[in-house]
């Protein structure tokens, strides 16, 4: 019999209630918005002496003097230990690790701080709008704290009418992104751990009362009705209107007490978004005071037995695992063109899916997959190990699926929701995962849940897959590496067979070996082009054997960085699974992929 203790009490309260609300305007991009990217005065400060004391109290909580401040020293006599005007820059966004090589492999905290100007305009509230910061950030704006926030790949915002003056105005973050096992990820992960503000800082002045939030999309598999939302900052009722004219649709609609309008409305004609033709409609919502435009596509997913339905014809999903990485800098994309770049690619290799592996991406990315016709998977980094049983962790790694979900869920292209990534089987996991993968069906049912799954040998040739997970999953998915990770050798490959336990589409969201570009050797010779090379084509036999395989999206597009792999000869701290170099040559590799998927591509046209 299982013990019922306070502890497990407090943790099933706390494992139900993941808040599904998200603290940041939707498309601030396409607000007023001032951009306060550029340069940004660094310290870094490996002790924390900018925030706590020497007897341990921190400043903030404490009357105490921090960096915060910003203070500058007033006369000659005075000590102030710290200067962020003549201290050096970097640019925002990026991270730190890439920018100033003593930061290479640094984990802590950098604090920062901006100037910028302002011409405050009365009646109109400021937002203070972050793209991300890696991990957790303590803001404040002309030396007062305007918030906190925690998780190091999603956009968070504070208002900051109360804080700002005409004129010139400073900003100070610190940044702290030490791996924590009670984080999401937490200590241990396969990818460069990049610290700082890695995504644009926007400033939105918004009128008193505006559109805080919208959805707009087909409904649940129904391709006949757009159905949706919208929420106003201020519980009021207030006339607004919802118009798509190139689908001839426009409506009136009144807000409801809590400022809420919901509405569904009859398609006339419209042409479904596809990878093939991605058409985006024109979208604007307004009220007496805001207005705000979007580009939308529109298109169905849903699973039916073994089949996964895009608007209602059934779909191969001929993907690739991405990491957000550029490789040529290295170091985390700082442009909109670095990830036009990944999903270039992508499109070389003819894929029509990309698995944006495994934490949320700048939303600059389901924008471009959007614009270019790809699908994509979206993950939270509920990444192998997790504080399971920890309720804050739980909520951490909730409010990230939340913020990722309210960001994108306005984006054709994005189809899956994925709520981790090869997580061991045991009960704490079990009921972690299954809250998440409930909060996104509930956040979200117009799209497909799934989470990368391990497989397990059975005896020496068969793998199976039993995760009970896979229960609450829309589609089943997992990761396998035979021929490079256990297994043998690619040549040996063709010796395994999968036992799936489920009735439901499969995706192979890993299977990989590395390969130093440009090292060539037999197929049985570790890193070299031919064993990837090898590798692909016995895998590709392999996961070809399974009956219901929707797609997949191999390990990974591009090597990437890594502290994890460390073999001086062939990685040098790069992971080298990548089918392309990191100076953007092709491996042999590639190639059999690209085959693979002109073929598949031919079987469902
Ligand atoms: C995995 C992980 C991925 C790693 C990869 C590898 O299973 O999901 O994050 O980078 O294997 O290269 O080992």
């Not at 005065?41 to 960096?67: M, Q």
């Not at 644009?200 to 002045?205: F, Q, T, W």
């Not at 705000?292 to 999903?317: A, M, S």
């Not at 067979?497 to 439901?504: A, G, M």
Request: proline share 4%.
């Amino acid at each position: 019999m299982k013990k019922f203790t306070l502890v497990s009490l407090l943790l099933f309260v706390s494992f139900i209630t993941i808040n599904a609300q998200a603290t940041f305007i939707q498309n601030i991009k396409a607000r007023n918005i001032q951009n306060l990217d550029g340069r940004w005065h660094y310290i870094v400060d490996p002790y924390e002496t900018g925030f706590v004391g020497f007897l341990g109290k921190k400043a903030d909580e404490n009357g105490l003097s921090g960096f915060f401040e910003n203070k500058q020293q007033e006369s000659k006599s005075e000590l102030v230990e710290y200067d962020f005007s003549k201290s050096p820059t970097l640019n925002v966004p990026g991270d730190w690790n890439s920018q100033d090589e003593r930061l290479l492999f640094y984990e802590g905290t950098v604090w920062y701080q901006h100037d910028f100007d302002v011409q405050i305009k009365p009646g109109k509230r400021y937002f203070l709008n972050f793209g991300a910061v890696n991990y957790e950030a303590y803001v404040s704006v002309n030396g007062k704290k305007a918030g906190t926030h925690k998780g190091g790949f999603t956009p968070f915002e504070f208002e900051v009418t109360n804080l700002l003056h005409n004129g010139n105005n400073s900003i100070v973050i610190k940044v702290n992104d030490t791996r924590k096992k009670e984080n999401v990820p937490t200590t241990n992960f396969d990818w460069w751990n990049y610290g700082g503000i890695t995504r644009d800082v926007v400033l939105a002045e918004m009128s008193q009362n505006f559109i805080r939030d919208y959805k707009i999309q087909l409904a649940k598999n129904d391709l006949k009705t757009i159905k949706g939302y919208l929420q106003l900052d201020q519980p009021q009722v207030e006339q607004v209107s919802v118009n798509i004219p190139e689908a001839g649709l426009q409506m009136k609609l009144t807000t409801d007490a809590a400022g809420k309008a919901s509405f569904t409305l009859p398609v006339k004609k419209l042409n479904y978004w596809t990878p093939e033709h991605p058409r985006l409609y024109d979208v604007s919502i307004n009220t007496s005071t805001d207005s705000v435009h979007d580009q939308i596509g529109f298109r169905t997913i849903e699973v039916r037995g073994k089949d996964i339905l895009l608007n209602g014809k059934p779909v191969f999903l001929r993907g690739i695992s991405l990491h957000e990485e550029n490789p040529m800098i290295p170091g985390r994309p700082r442009s909109k063109s670095d990830l036009r770049m990944l999903l270039q690619w992508a499109k070389e290799l003819n894929c029509n899916f990309v698995r944006l592996a495994h934490y949320p991406y700048n939303e600059y990315m389901s924008h471009l997959a959007d614009e270019m016709g790809l699908l994509l998977w979206e993950e939270v980094p509920v990444y192998w190990t997790i504080d399971w049983e920890n309720p804050a962790t739980y909520e951490v790694a909730g409010q990230q699926l939340t913020e990722l979900i309210t960001r994108d869920k306005n984006r054709a292209s994005v189809i899956i929701w994925s709520v981790g990534n090869e997580t061991p089987i045991n009960d704490a996991r079990e009921k972690f995962m299954e809250g998440l993968a409930n909060h996104a069906h509930t956040m979200d049912s117009t799209r497909l849940v799934s989470a990368a799954l391990l497989v397990f040998n059975k005896d020496s040739t068969t793998i199976e897959l039993n995760d009970k997970l896979g229960n609450s999953l829309d589609v089943v998915s997992f990761n396998e590496y035979y021929g490079w990770y256990g297994g043998g050798l690619p040549r040996e490959i063709g010796k395994f067979h999968f036992q799936i336990d489920f009735n439901k589409p499969v995706i192979i969201s890993e299977l990989g070996a590395g390969a130093l570009g440009g090292f060539h050797a037999d197929a049985d010779t570790r890193f070299s082009e031919e064993y990837q090379e090898a590798f692909y084509q016995n895998q590709i036999k392999l996961v070809s054997t399974i009956d219901n395989l929707r797609g997949m999206t191999p390990w990974i597009l591009v090597d990437f960085r890594s502290p994890k792999r460390m073999n001086p000869t062939y990685q040098n701290y790069w992971n080298r699974k990548g089918l392309i170099t990191e100076t953007g040559k092709k491996k042999k590799a590639f190639f059999v992929l690209k085959a693979f998927y002109d073929e598949k591509e031919k079987q469902y046209k």
